[in-house]
């Protein structure tokens, strides 16, 4: 079975997004030069799953940031919400994370890049997620989506790395246990 791996960005307050999913926040601070991990971290997953929300906002970039096939978790989006100029990198699926795992491993999939909340918080509920890198961003927004919210049952993590960055980002990477 595949396995979920995160690598996201949030507010000190714990937001990923504004509640409109903007990122202006995290625009606001330059990390081009620094060397953050996103490279090879999606040079090691074979598929991104994120949500609608998440999707709609990396439409919003302009230029298409991903080099991984993305598979959109959404009961509202169809095929003809998908952009002509990312059609053949996008998919829409209706599945649960149980499914879509399943359907991934008949599809020789290995690694999952998880992202969005509400899509890390149901792959966190079905124990999907081996492990979680997380850049706090220096700033407090007060309101958003949150990366994690209400969970069923306690997830046990065990701290396997910390990082500073110049731009006074700290980054976490925890192991699900």
């Given at each position: ?7 996201m ?7 990923v ?13 330059d ?10 971290f ?6 991104i799953?994120?949500g609608?929300g998440s999707f ?12 991984k096939p ?11 919400n ?31 890049y ?42 046990d993590?065990?701290?396997?790395d ?9 980054e976490?990477?925890?192991v699900?246990?």
């Open positions: 079975m595949p396995t979920g791996h995160t690598m960005a949030m507010t000190l307050d714990g937001f997004a504004r509640k409109d999913h903007a990122l202006d926040w995290l625009m606001k601070f990390t081009g030069s620094e060397d953050t991990g996103f490279t090879d999606q040079n090691s997953i074979d598929v799953v994120m609608t709609k906002t990396v439409l919003g970039f302009g230029e298409w940031p991903y080099r993305v598979v959109v978790l959404s009961k509202t989006l169809a095929e003809d998908i952009p002509e100029d990312v059609k053949d990198k996008v998919e829409i699926s209706r599945l649960s994370p149980d499914q879509l795992m399943t359907q991934l491993d008949g599809r020789g999939v290995d690694r999952v998880v992202d969005g909340g509400a899509i890390i918080r149901s792959f966190l509920r079905a124990g999907y997620v081996a492990d979680m890198r997380i850049a706090i961003a220096p700033i407090l927004i007060g309101e958003g989506i949150r990366m994690f919210g209400e969970l069923d049952k306690d997830v993590l065990r701290l396997e910390v990082r500073r960055f110049g731009s006074d980002f700290v976490m990477r925890y699900v246990t």
